[in-house]
């Protein structure tokens, strides 16, 4: 039998199947999907097996055998594995990189040098030396010893070892293991029913009490238990526990535990809610596909506070009940305690949490209870969607809006898309739930080919539960405020609503989407802007620590009180951030307790929920942060919400501004009122009439929607059109603007060839009666023309007719490299970005 084997090298000569012969030894554990460690030129590496054939086309003897099998059951499953190969092509990466990225970091490889007997005879002479002898003997006792233990085992005698590896009689090899192990733990095991226990009691001597107390207990409670367990429960030391063992009388030893990162909390069963109309409605066509195993995507758009998550819970019983799995994918900073709790108290120990603030070994832990099929819901953030189940019924994503969900490095594949292959692939349902629908997805509700269904399918909530209203938007003008004199940061009306709800006790939340304490430092007299030096974007102040900081590379330098270009002193912090605004709330409202959350306070693991759960218990007055406290939070006494400046998102010079704008109000707007108590919202701005701030005051969606989607048709943006941003970068200028033409030169040559013939790489994505259209803009400089010290150039591909643009691009890069690789150009390609920047 022969593999095709993907090997661990993310590089474009290694990019493709290589054949390797699987010795009879190893035939019943080589899956595809299993990897395996594979001698490669001089070296051993790991690699993935993706097919199996009986022959092969190569001379079978020149063919190498795998060396070892690293799973019993192999990590990926054939469907993975195909997907891997969609996502390499979708997103022009390296198949392994694709690959990998479905694995826990725990299963990255790690290479190890061991040492064994030699298969040469060598001068057998040597072994008439008993020191040799010796050597010989323990690694063969052994099988395999690692270089490092038998250095540190015969220290004295490095000469010896290195003779020895000189004739032939030991052998170095490298082999490919696991990075991380499995945990394990000392357990005790009573033999079977407490047998002879009550014999071994007497046997001890009448001071041995502690002893004693153990054996009572295991004749009590005749199981295995943890040595740990024991040692509390019993009151007693290990060495007690040990002795017993010595004698025979209990067995001690290692195993496998797991590390459950929920262990010991508990969490309320709930049971089904009785649905309201309109979540019965969109309930009922859910679990249609469901129930009748049909691939559709529906696009769920439900006004915040309508119970999506209900919907979502219902649907996977459903699921469940057919005896498949689910796939529930939620962004990161929205994965709360909270959040886990409402899908745990439905479904208890069949929910498996993947997110990235849990440790590796934990998250392998999960990870092993979804290949040991113990779990059949998996809840986690972007990498979930590569769960290894077998029979997916249902993949939910929810706030599939978010950009997050597009993963910023390579394999730059974007969930959702990636979670409506899996799911087409196995003829599951796919729910994509949010209050403000990326318009990508809206699109897809209402495109007509022919007289084709559209491939989405909107269901709407637009009611809150129980009949809640939707909170008052007031919108602020500060231009106003400043012509009135009101020279602060909050507006009188804002001033005035917080002040009422410290009164009355009941909470705010305050959003500012910038962090630190202000966005640039600046010469009054000459216009200086405090930048840093490796990038090309103005450094952040910091209050706290006192330091400019680049948020880009990490660059820090001492705050600056004298202008560097004119010594002037009128140097100082504008704009507005944070940590200003906690400062500012401080000082008008002495007392007030505020919580600030950005990435600045939630770095440390659990900084996240321990903030919220101090809200939650009402320690504070004020929630103040960045976007992390727009998202999906429901805190009953949340009355008032604040945003400080609508205009920090709108200002960004991206095609996507105003989409962003309204996302961030709606969903901000969303944590008010959400219970009992009515709420209300202040969206303070400099551009009041901009629509994107007059659409989200109106809880209007669809309004906003359409009219964005008129601007996005006439400019040629998404959805209409796609885009691939290509960036070079590289630490000259003139190199640099002269590759970055080469490559636009040669692209637009190759478009040329194929806009004469149909390629079909994915036949079911290319759609017959739209015609490949392309063009390409740029090169010119990026928006961020400078970081870590070079320089950087980009193009942006603008293409209609579905994936034959990537192929273009990918053959123009492989063009590219086979000319470039001297040059320490680097080029890097984004199919559908998120910023242009
Ligand atoms: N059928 C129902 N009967 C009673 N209460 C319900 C029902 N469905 C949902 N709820 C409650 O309504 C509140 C809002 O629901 P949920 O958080 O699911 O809304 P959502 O649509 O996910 O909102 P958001 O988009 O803002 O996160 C929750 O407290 C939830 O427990
Ligand atoms: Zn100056
Ligand atoms: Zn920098």
């Known amino acids: 039998m022969y593999a095709k084997v993907i090997v661990d090298v993310p590089a474009k000569q290694t990019n493709r199947a290589f054949d390797y012969e699987v010795p009879s030894s190893l035939r019943k554990w080589v899956e595809v999907g299993s990897r395996v460690g594979v001698p490669f030129g001089p070296r051993v590496l790991q690699g993935f097996v993706v097919e199996l054939h009986e022959e092969t086309q190569l001379d079978a003897k020149r063919i190498k055998p795998i060396q070892n099998v690293l799973d019993l059951v192999p990590p990926l499953t054939d469907e ?101 192990s499995t945990k394990k733990a000392l357990t005790v095991f009573p033999p079977a029913g407490g047998n002879g226990l009550e014999q071994a009691l007497s046997e001890l001597p009448a001071r041995a009490n502690k002893q004693q107390e153990v054996l009572r207990y295991l004749i009590e409670h005749p199981y295995a238990i943890r040595l740990t367990e024991l040692m509390e429960t019993v009151e007693v030391g290990a060495s007690t526990v040990k002795s017993l063992a010595d004698r025979g009388w209990i067995e001690l030893r290692e195993v496998e535990v797991m590390r459950d990162p929920y262990a010991g909390r508990a969490f309320a069963r709930t049971k089904p809610l009785s649905l309201t109309e309109e979540q019965s409605r969109v309930f009922t066509e859910i679990r249609d596909a469901v129930a009748e195993e049909r691939h559709e995507v529906f696009l769920l758009h439900g006004v915040t506070g309508s119970g999506k998550t209900e919907v979502y819970l219902q649907s996977i019983q459903q699921c469940l009940d057919m005896g498949k799995e689910a796939i529930v994918l939620v962004p990161e900073i929205s994965l709360t305690p909270q959040m886990v709790e409402r899908f745990k108290g439905r479904f208890g120990d069949l929910v498996a949490v993947l997110h990235s603030r849990l440790s590796n070994g934990e998250r392998y832990d999960e990870w092993r209870k979804i290949t040991r099929k113990q779990v059949k819901v998996v809840i986690g953030a972007r990498s979930a969607i590569f769960a290894p189940f077998t029979k997916i019924g249902l993949i939910i994503i929810d706030e599939e809006h978010e950009s997050s969900y597009k993963q910023e490095e390579s394999p730059k594949y974007h969930t959702r898309d990636v979670a409506v292959k899996r799911a087409s692939m196995q003829g ?48 602020i003008d500060m231009r106003e405020e400043l012509k009135s004199g009101n020279r602060s940061m909050f507006s009188t009306a804002l001033y005035k609503a917080i002040e009422d709800r410290l009164h009355k006790k009941e909470q705010i939340v305050l959003l500012l989407n910038r962090r630190g304490y202000a966005t640039f430092v600046m010469c009054r007299t000459c216009g200086y802007v405090s930048s840093c030096p490796h990038c090309d974007i103005s450094l952040t102040y910091h209050q706290s620590s006192r330091m400019l900081r680049c948020h880009y590379c990490g660059y820090a330098e001492r705050e600056v009180t004298e202008c560097p270009s004119c010594q002037s002193k009128h140097i100082r912090h504008f704009g507005t951030g944070t940590q200003r605004v906690e400062e500012e709330l401080g000082k008008i409202f002495p007392g007030i307790r505020v919580i600030r959350m950005d990435v600045d306070t939630t770095t440390e693991k659990g900084s996240h929920e321990k903030w919220l759960t101090m809200f939650r218990e009402k320690q504070a007055d004020v929630l103040l942060g960045t976007q992390m406290v727009a998202k999906g939070l429901d805190f009953p006494d949340v009355t008032l919400v604040g945003v400080i400046a609508a205009d920090t998102v709108l200002n960004i010079p991206d095609f996507r501004s105003a989409e962003r704008t309204f996302q961030l109000l709606t969903q901000v707007a969303g944590r ?47 959805p209409y059109q796609r885009l691939i941003l290509v960036t070079f970068s590289h630490e000259q200028v003139p190199l640099l603007v002269r590759f970055a033409e080469a490559f636009v030169m040669r692209l637009k040559e190759i478009a040329a060839q194929h806009s004469t013939k149909q390629i079909d790489l994915f036949s079911e994505a290319v759609s017959q009666d739209q015609t490949f259209q392309m063009d390409v803009l740029g090169p010119v400089a990026s928006p961020i023309s400078r970081i870590k010290d070079r320089y950087r150039f980009q193009c942006v591909v603008k293409y209609r007719g579905e994936d034959q643009a990537a192929e273009i691009v990918g053959q123009t890069v492989a063009w590219f490299e086979e000319r470039s690789s001297k040059e320490k150009l680097m080029i890097s390609v984004d199919v559908d970005p998120q910023y242009l920047m």
């Open 80 to 180: 993975l594995v195909l997907l891997g190969r969609w996502i390499s092509r979708m997103y022009l990466c390296h198949e392994v990189t694709a690959l990998q990225a479905m694995l826990p970091a725990a299963l990255k490889a790690k290479y190890e040098r061991a040492i064994e007997v030699g298969r040469e005879s060598g001068e057998q002479s040597l072994l008439d030396m008993p020191d040799l002898q010796a050597i010989v003997a323990f690694v063969a006792s052994k099988g395999s010893v690692p270089m490092d233990a038998l250095m540190e085992r015969f220290a004295a005698d490095g000469a010896l070892i290195k003779q020895l590896l000189g004739a032939g009689i030991l052998t170095e090899v490298q082999m490919v293991k696991d990075r991380m």
């Open 672 to 718: 008010a009122g959400r219970h009992e108590k009515q709420g209300e919202v202040f969206v303070q701005t400099y551009t009041p009439e901009h629509y994107s701030v007059q659409y989200a005051s109106q809880h209007d969606f669809i309004a906003f929607a359409n009219h964005e989607l008129d601007v996005r048709a006439n400019l040629g943006y998404p």
């Open 428 to 475: 599951a349902a796919v729910v994509l739930g949010s209050a403000t629908p990326s318009l990508e997805s809206l699109e897809k509700t209402r495109r007509r080919r022919d007289r084709d269904r559209p491939p989405y399918r909107l269901l709407t909530m637009k009611e809150r539960v129980a009949n809640r209203p939707m909170p008052p938007v007031a919108i």
